[in-house]
């Protein structure tokens, strides 16, 4: 039984996030690489259920995988909200380009 939901088979760190490249196919821990992997991003599933997107520092491998009921709530969200932090275009002329037209 897994009473905080996705702790028993974690794979990641519930205070910092990051994880170890240890897999080549989800849970097959078949990888040699054993890395250490950046959390880059979270996304939703269809079914409204976040995954934790990692990146190896060492080859390169993204991966995605589940977050867990006892993961840090506020470094989800940090990650989550990095986009609108650090916005790939100029939010000055946001209104300018309204319908991507401008």
Known sequence: MDPEGGTEQRNHCPHCLW???VDHKT???RSLCRSAMEPIS???KPNGEWALVHRC???GAVRANRIAGDDNEGA???LALRPLAK???PLDDLGSR???KG
Request: charged share 10%; with cysteine.
């Open 19 to 21: 994880s170890l490249h």
């Open 98 to 100: 309204a319908g991507g």
């Open 76 to 78: 989800l969200l940090s």
């Open 87 to 89: 916005p790939a275009f």
């Open 27 to 29: 849970g097959d821990r």
């Open 42 to 44: 979270v996304w939703a």
């Open 57 to 59: 520092g060492a080859c």
